[in-house]
């Protein structure tokens, strides 16, 4: 008989979660902001934000992921 955990154990070989989906939300933050930012230069694209709208968020988005990544070490399940 195959082990339940297969495919699971081998993508979280050396994780604490045991084959489990962590709730972290830094774990989904990082696809989150890069959602952000090219809706923000679409919407740009689009004329709905301004061009000095878009200069001033998609860095700050990017300070956000840089930030979560920094706070990922500190994560208990990683």
Do not use: R, Y
Not at 7 to 34: L, W
Not at 37 to 44: D, E, H, V
Not at 45 to 69: C, D
């Amino acid at each position: 008989m195959e082990n339940v955990q297969g495919d699971m154990g081998k993508h979280c070989e050396g994780c604490n979660c045991g084959g489990k989906k962590c709730n972290c939300p830094h774990h989904k933050a990082v696809p989150v902001c890069i959602i952000l930012i090219a809706l923000t230069f679409l919407l740009g694209t689009w004329g709905v934000l301004g061009e000095s709208a878009v200069a001033v968020i998609w860095p700050v988005l990017l300070l956000i992921i840089g930030g979560t990544k920094l706070m990922a070490s500190k994560c208990s399940c990683c």
